[in-house]
């Protein structure tokens, strides 16, 4: 890419980016200019005072949301009743929302039925990891997904390992490419894939892209789409951002997956971005992860992006078109793996409870990675739990952070963490952004979900449960390779005079809403 080009898309970002802020600003000083006008009426005082009790009383009696946004949300209706009162009415009861997640769930309805194209092993997983037992169970009977045999796994620590097999997996693509990303970045990366893209779909491969506006909008300029349509490659952009007020903008795809021929399959944390191969640097190192999936657990992934297009294109298509041949993929493999995805448009919290239920069956240690760690009471009381049962729990969480704020408030739950026994490493090289979970040497998890409330209840997110595969030894030694490039934080030197944990305090009781 020239520099002139680069100018010139950097310019047009900027003024999309401030159109829309301008759009927002509108919007807000119009509903704050409202509310100070009627507040000079005597009444007005009197009757948001009863709005506010009646909104934090259905709040905490009649909805579904977690305690923890409970709280976040009736503490601000406490402090600010006419504002906090319009806010949770305003974003969480609107028409759009509803009927968004009515489109989606019955999208979810046609198509649920695929995942039993392969067969599922959850029994036999059971038997020979009866501590996932449960973990199995509940994805299983809860939430249908199958668990997986015959699926070959390969564990990448880094972008690059991970961009060498991408580019070997689409060079030997058949039939059809799927790829679904919350961030596709034009630069050095995208372009070695692109290039692929192109060439496939001219020979006849059928090529889809997926990727989130809001991800992907200061990273590509607004002709990326229709760019690609003329090249031959299916495309659709998710939930695109509108400069509306509008809670459904908060539901964003932050899925990573990638489907060649429903036989190979991608996931992890890395996006299709520069900084994810060490091309630009961003906060240092940029330390990431991601896996490969070669057989029968690749379906699920493809059921998954199937799924989402047809939602977004409003059409339908029989997922078995798309079922490869059923072969061994050669020597016997080890283990099981269980694709998982989840959804903010259902009452089920996939990627909490599955995160809940690794931490609870570990019996000897749990070694995590999350690039942040704002999390509800449940899985805070969950890890104390785990280190105070004399589990070994360690957590690795970036030095540099991507957003300040963020990580200010991460800081927060070290505290009772430390406390607690869990072992906290902050990784001195840069960022982390790997979402990995390894117990005893016999289960874990790598996926996209991150441990904070966007990712746990408000994006779309999917990952793979992994039971006695020979990549949880990988993730291990991978884990403890980055533990060792980590200063540890300990109780002693963890001292934070009482401004800052006060600062900290107030961030973290509206860490909900960040």
């Not at 580019?167 to 679904?180: P, T």
């Not at 793979?464 to 884990?479: M, R």
Request: with cysteine; net charge neutral.
């Amino acid at each position: 890419m020239s520099k002139s080009h680069r100018s010139r898309l950097l310019k047009k970002l900027l003024f999309r980016r401030a159109f829309v802020a301008l759009l927002l600003l509108a919007q807000i000083a119009f509903i704050g200019l409202s509310i100070a006008f009627y507040s000079q009426l005597r009444w007005f005082s009197v009757l948001w005072r009863v709005i506010g009790f009646l909104t934090a009383l259905h709040l905490t009696t009649h909805s579904q949301h977690n305690a923890t946004f409970k709280i976040s949300m009736v503490f601000l209706i406490l402090l600010f009743p006419v504002f906090g009162a319009v806010f949770y009415w305003f974003f969480h009861y609107q028409t759009t929302t509803i009927g968004y997640r009515k489109r989606l769930h019955k999208k979810e309805q046609e198509t649920a039925h695929a995942y039993g194209f392969v067969p599922d092993r959850a029994d036999t997983a059971s038997i020979e990891n009866p501590d996932a037992g449960r973990l199995i169970r509940y994805l299983r009977d809860v939430s249908g997904f199958p668990v997986c045999g015959n699926t070959e796994t390969e564990y990448f620590p880094d972008g690059k390992a991970y961009q060498a097999a991408l580019l070997q997996a689409l060079e030997q693509a058949e039939r059809y490419i799927f790829l679904e990303y919350f961030i596709i970045g034009e630069g050095v990366f995208w372009d070695s894939i692109h290039e692929i893209l192109v060439r496939k779909a001219a020979e006849g491969v059928d090529v889809r892209v997926i990727w989130d506006d809001i991800g992907s909008l200061l990273t590509l300029p607004t002709s990326f789409a229709a760019n690609l349509r003329r090249e031959g490659i299916k495309c659709h952009v998710f939930n695109p951002f509108r400069p509306f007020l509008s809670s459904v903008q908060n539901n964003r795809d932050h899925r990573k997956i990638v489907s060649v021929d429903g036989r190979v399959a991608f996931t992890g944390g890395i996006n299709l971005a520069d900084e994810y191969i060490g091309e630009r640097e961003r906060f240092g190192h940029w330390k990431d992860a991601g896996i490969l999936l070669r057989g029968d657990g690749a379906w699920s992934f493809t059921v998954m992006f199937l799924q989402m297009w047809s939602f977004l294109t409003k059409t339908t298509e029989p997922c078995e078109m798309y079922l490869p041949p059923r072969t061994e993929v050669g020597e016997p493999v080890t283990g099981w793996v269980q694709p998982f995805c989840d959804s903010p448009m259902d009452e089920f919290s996939v990627g909490e409870h599955t995160y809940r239920h690794l931490i609870a069956a570990a019996k000897n240690y749990v070694y995590i990675t999350t690039p942040y760690l704002m999390v509800d009471n449940d899985l805070i009381s969950t890890l104390k739990l785990a280190a105070e049962s004399g589990v070994d729990v360690r957590i690795i969480t970036p030095h540099k952070p991507d957003k300040k704020l963020v990580h200010f408030t991460t800081r927060s739950y070290y505290r009772e963490l430390l406390h607690s026994g869990v072992r906290i490493f902050e990784y001195s090289e840069g960022f982390i952004h790997s979402k990995n979970f390894v117990v005893d040497d016999s289960f874990g998890s790598v996926g996209t979900v991150n441990l904070d409330f966007r990712s746990l209840y408000m994006h779309f997110e999917c990952g793979t449960c992994l039971y006695g595969t020979d990549t949880l030894a990988n993730i291990k030694e991978d884990f403890l390779a980055t533990q060792s490039k980590c200063a540890e934080i300990t109780e002693k030197t963890w001292k934070t005079n009482p401004v800052i944990a006060f600062l900290q305090d107030i961030c973290r009781l509206f860490a909900p809403m960040m």
